[in-house]
């Protein structure tokens, strides 16, 4: 950290690469798709690279690096509402197929593709300030208090939206009409 | 505490946390109903955790590149990374921007990738269909007395075909223009002449798909950074079926993968081998 810091450029790609695949999950769960999840994570990167000389470590590296993923994923979520209206004018963009459309991994892989549409879809339906709040919390274990600090607001704010962030998840997850 | 005598969304959540009191421990594990809400919590709380699967490796490589590209060297070591793809223009994201340091590893790309990237053969057996080869920029160990550089193989190594230079205007910065094309066999004719060697023997079905070796090959190759432009081995500008793209060639398994890319959008629209 501290040669990265100080300058270094093989410092700062090994840091880069050992976090670059935590900030492509918290990414990925904050857009939905890979394709968003691929450029947000890059803007991440970007950002931590070039705000890696104000890091005071007052927090641990990695709670600034959510920080950064999860600003990264919202501004590309922005990006992409707006890029959408205008290229799904021309017809014949939109009746192409999207990369987001490539399969997933297989079942073998960690995650199935028919399990990672339904948490996708889930997490979606939640604000994303209480999607953030429930990523960090069940994928970064992070705590309530780096949870507030990544996201700016008061540790009950936080614990509050992480209850009913989760209370939605389940119901939404759940078989059909089960009550949770 | 409760709603109805049950455990709220509050406490029911401190449960998962490992902060709920001893009372409300215990009335979990006794009533049924507080216990399937918090089995279906837990549940919800394991597929969020289940880490989403980086698709290519190459987007790893070429996240990092870009950060890299996007701060000032010290001066001290060469920036490691660099692309060897020219044919990636700054269009749909401005934002990122090429900064003087990754345009310099560019230009010193674009001159590499004009020569030759012939440090291996075309037959890797790599099991990771999606592992690549970098054409490595000038660097104190890759540069050559004429001031050009092969790019270091990747443990992995697939992308290690021997490519003949790409068309004129790609040592220059520019673009290559390919020309217009409908239909994947022209375009496989062209690919063939622009990079030489055999030529084309088979084409595979256009989109949709993206599977085997085909897996992440994807509009993340449009970044137009300096960076961005990393890992595809030649590509170039070109008219596909009316619309304004770009095709990436990539060598996997022995094979040249072509992936044609609108300009607009993300969409897929042609994949040739050849």
């Known amino acids: ?180 | 505490m409760t709603s109805g005598g049950h455990l709220d969304d509050g406490r029911l959540s401190a449960l998962l946390d490992g902060e709920a009191g001893s009372a409300d421990a215990a009335h979990a594990a006794a009533c049924a109903r507080c216990a399937a809400r918090a089995a279906a919590w837990r549940e919800a709380r394991r597929l969020v955790a289940t880490s989403p699967a980086v698709l290519s490796p190459w987007q790893r490589d070429i996240a990092v590149a870009a950060a890299l590209g996007a701060v000032p060297a010290a001066g001290d070591e060469q920036v490691p990374l660099a692309g060897a793809h020219p044919g990636a223009r700054r269009r749909q994201r401005a934002r990122r921007l090429v900064t003087p340091a990754a345009a310099a590893v560019l230009i010193g790309a674009l001159v590499a990738g004009a020569v030759v990237a012939a440090s291996h053969g075309g037959g890797s057996s790599s099991k990771s269909p999606a592992a690549g080869v970098h054409v490595a920029a000038p660097s104190a160990a890759g540069r050559s007395p004429s001031g050009t550089a092969a790019g270091p193989a990747s443990p992995n190594g697939p992308n290690a075909g021997p490519v003949a230079g790409g068309p004129a205007g790609h040592a220059a910065g520019r673009p290559a223009a390919l020309g217009s094309f409908s239909g994947t066999a022209p375009l496989v004719r062209a690919l063939s002449s622009a990079l030489g060697g055999a030529a084309a023997t088979t084409t595979t079905p256009a989109v949709p798909g993206g599977s085997g070796p085909w897996a992440g090959l994807s509009c993340a190759y449009k970044a137009p950074s300096a960076a961005g432009v990393g890992l595809a081995l030649w590509g170039a500008t070109l008219d596909y079926d009316g619309m304004p793209a770009q095709v990436f060639v990539f060598t996997r398994d022995g094979r040249r993968l072509a992936v044609v890319l609108a300009d607009a959008g993300c969409a897929v629209l042609a994949r040739v081998s050849f």
């Open chain 1, 1 to 180: 950290m501290a040669r990265a810091q100080g300058g270094s450029r093989s410092a700062l790609e090994a840091l880069l690469r050992g976090h670059y695949d935590r900030v492509h999950a918290v990414c990925r769960r904050m857009t939905g798709n890979d394709s968003d999840a691929a450029d947000a994570a890059q803007e991440a990167l970007i950002a931590i690279a070039r705000g890696l000389p104000r890091f005071d470590g007052r927090s641990r590296f990695s709670t600034w690096a959510y920080r950064i993923a999860v600003n990264a994923s919202i501004d590309e979520l922005r990006r992409r509402d707006r890029t959408r209206a205008s290229s799904l004018d021309d017809p014949r963009i939109a009746a192409l197929p999207r990369a987001m459309d490539l399969p997933g991994p297989g079942p073998g892989d960690p995650e199935s593709s028919a399990e990672r549409l339904d948490v996708d879809a889930a997490l979606l339906r939640l604000p994303p300030t209480f999607r953030a709040a429930v990523v960090l919390r069940d994928l970064c274990d992070l705590d309530y208090d780096e949870i507030a600090l990544v996201l700016a607001l008061p540790p009950g704010t936080v614990r509050s939206r992480i209850a009913r962030g989760r209370s939605t998840l389940a119901r939404l997850l759940s078989p059909a009409g089960s009550e949770t």
